[in-house]
C-alpha cells in the first residue's frame, strides 16, 4: 500500500521564477491538503483540493495555485518566488465527501530553497 | 537532514519516564484534533486523535487528553524511548467537515539516556 509521495525532493530557485511541486496520495484516498512549513514552525495550511476542485484555502496569496488531476494526484504552483517563500511544502492525503475532517496523512515534503 | 524546530519549546525526559507534552488550541468551534510527531526530515506522522465529545483516548504508550473549557490538549507518552525524540506537533481542525487544520508551534521532545 503506497504512502503519500512527493516529488521533487529538493529544489533550487531563484527569485521570481515559477516553480512546480507534485503529490500522489495513499492508495485510496480522493482528497488533498497543501502545507508549508518554515524552519522551527509548524506547518501552514495552504488549501485542499477534493473533486479537482479547491475546496478551502488558508492565507496565503493567489501567487499560490493548484491543481488536482482525475487520479486525485495534485501540483503546487507558486509564481513570483519571493525569499520568503523557501519552507519545506508538505502534501497531506485523506478521504473527503463524508469522511472530510478525519485523520490525514502527510507525505515527506519539496524542500524549496530561494535564491 | 535539516532540523525541525530549531528555536521551539522543548522537553527533555530521562528514559522509561512518561513525557507530557501540552497545546492550546485557538478555536472553540474545532470539533477534531490530531497529534503529530515530526522527525527531522520527514513528514509529520500521525500519532492520535480525538474528537470533542470526548475528554479522553488511549492508544499503544499514549493518551490524549481534551479540556474543552480551556482549550488545552496535552499527550501523554508513557515509558518514554528513544525513538520518541522528535517535535511534537498539535492541530486542530477549525472548519469542522474540511481539512482546514491549525498547527500548534510544536515541543521538542528529547529523551536522555
Known amino acids: 500500500d503506497a504512502g503519500v509521495t512527493q516529488s521533487p525532493t529538493h529544489l533550487i530557485k531563484t527569485r521570481g521564477q515559477q516553480v512546480t511541486l507534485r503529490c500522489s496520495p495513499k492508495?485510496?484516498?480522493?482528497?488533498v491538503s497543501w502545507y508549508q512549513q518554515a524552519l522551527g514552525q509548524g506547518p501552514q495550511f495552504i488549501f485542499q483540493?477534493?473533486?479537482?476542485?479547491?475546496?478551502q484555502r488558508g492565507n496565503f496569496p493567489d501567487r499560490f495555485s493548484g491543481h488536482q488531476f482525475p487520479n486525485y494526484s495534485s501540483e503546487l504552483n507558486v509564481n513570483a518566488l519571493l525569499l520568503g517563500d523557501s519552507a519545506l511544502y508538505l502534501c497531506?492525503?485523506?478521504?473527503?465527501?463524508?469522511?472530510?475532517?478525519?485523520?490525514?496523512?502527510f507525505g515527506p515534503g519539496t524542500r524549496l530553497t530561494v535564491l | 537532514g535539516e532540523s525541525v524546530g530549531l528555536h521551539l519549546p522543548t522537553l527533555s525526559v530521562q528514559e522509561g519516564d512518561n513525557s507530557i507534552i501540552n497545546c492550546a488550541y485557538s478555536?472553540?468551534?474545532?470539533?477534531?484534533f490530531i497529534w503529530y510527531k515530526q522527525e527531522s526530515g520527514k513528514g509529520p506522522q500521525f500519532i492520535i486523535d480525538?474528537?470533542?465529545?470526548?475528554d479522553k483516548r488511549q492508544g499503544q504508550r499514549v493518551t490524549v487528553l481534551l479540556n474543552k473549557t480551556v482549550k488545552h490538549l496535552s499527550l501523554q507518552i508513557a515509558a518514554t524511548q528513544p525513538g520518541d525524540s522528535a517535535v511534537y506537533f498539535c492541530?486542530?481542525?477549525?472548519?469542522?467537515?474540511?481539512?482546514?487544520?491549525?498547527f500548534g508551534t510544536g515541543t521538542r521532545l528529547k529523551v536522555l539516556a
Open positions: 497531506a492525503s485523506s478521504l473527503g465527501g463524508d469522511r472530510a475532517g478525519d485523520e490525514q496523512f
Open positions: 492508495s485510496g484516498h480522493d482528497t
Open positions: 483540493y477534493y473533486e479537482e476542485e479547491e475546496r
Open positions: 478555536n472553540s468551534a474545532s470539533d477534531y
Open positions: 480525538i474528537r470533542s465529545n470526548m
Open positions: 492541530a486542530e481542525n477549525i472548519v469542522p467537515g474540511t481539512y482546514k487544520y491549525i
